[in-house]
C-alpha cells in the first residue's frame, strides 16, 4: 500500500488554479515572514546613533558595575543537563497528544510508544551508567 499519489494526479495538481493559488499565497506568506524579520535588523544599521564609549560596551549587570572577567566558563555537565531535559521534554510533547488518542489508535499505537520510551530509558540508562548525571 503506497500513500504517495501518482503522477497523472500531482500534474492534474500542479495545473490546478487553485493549487498554484495556494502556493503562491504560502510564498508570499514566507516573503513577508522573512522582510518582517530582516527589515529591523537593516534598519537599525541606518538609524541608530553609533555613539561607542568605554561605558557602552562594557557589560551590563544589573544596573551595577560589573566585577571581574564576564567570559565565565561553565562545567560540560550543566550543558548535557540542558539537553538531557530538552530531550525529555520533546518526549512530553509526544506522549501527550498520544495519551489524549489513545483510545481511536489502537494496540499498535501503544506499542510504539512502549518502543519509543524503551529508546529514551536505554539513552538515560547510558548517561546514567557514564556518570553523566552526578555533579
Same mark, same amino acid.
Given at each position: 500500500?503506497?500513500? #504517495?499519489? /501518482?503522477?497523472?494526479?500531482?500534474?492534474?495538481?500542479?495545473?490546478?488554479?487553485? !493549487?498554484? $493559488?495556494?502556493? =503562491? &499565497? *504560502?510564498?508570499?506568506?514566507?516573503?513577508?515572514?522573512?522582510?518582517?524579520?530582516?527589515?529591523?535588523?537593516?534598519?537599525?544599521?541606518?538609524?541608530?546613533?553609533?555613539?561607542?564609549?568605554?561605558?557602552?560596551?562594557?557589560?551590563?549587570?544589573?544596573? #551595577?558595575? /560589573?566585577?571581574?572577567?564576564?567570559?565565565?566558563?561553565?562545567?560540560?555537565?550543566? !550543558?548535557? $543537563?540542558?539537553? =538531557? &531535559? *530538552?530531550?525529555?521534554?520533546?518526549?512530553?510533547?509526544?506522549?501527550?497528544?498520544?495519551?489524549?488518542?489513545?483510545?481511536?489508535?489502537?494496540?499498535?499505537?501503544?506499542?510504539?510508544?512502549?518502543?519509543?520510551?524503551?529508546?529514551?530509558?536505554?539513552? #538515560?540508562?547510558?548517561?546514567?551508567?557514564?556518570?553523566?548525571?552526578?555533579?
Amino acid at each position: 500500500m503506497t500513500f #504517495l499519489p /501518482s503522477a497523472s494526479i500531482l500534474k492534474s495538481y500542479m495545473a490546478d488554479p487553485i !493549487y498554484t $493559488y495556494h502556493v =503562491l &499565497f *504560502v510564498a508570499l506568506f514566507v516573503a513577508i515572514a522573512v522582510i518582517f524579520a530582516v527589515l529591523p535588523l537593516v534598519l537599525q544599521r541606518f538609524i541608530a546613533p553609533k555613539k561607542p564609549s568605554v561605558i557602552k560596551n562594557s557589560p551590563y549587570e544589573c544596573g #551595577l558595575e /560589573s566585577v571581574g572577567d564576564p567570559w565565565v566558563r561553565f562545567r560540560v555537565q550543566y !550543558y548535557l $543537563y540542558a539537553l =538531557l &531535559f *530538552v530531550i525529555f521534554d520533546v518526549e512530553v510533547v509526544f506522549i501527550y497528544p498520544w495519551a489524549v488518542a489513545l483510545r481511536e489508535l489502537g494496540a499498535w499505537a501503544f506499542i510504539e510508544m512502549v518502543i519509543f520510551l524503551g529508546i529514551l530509558a536505554l539513552g #538515560l540508562a547510558y548517561a546514567w551508567k557514564k556518570g553523566v548525571l552526578e555533579w
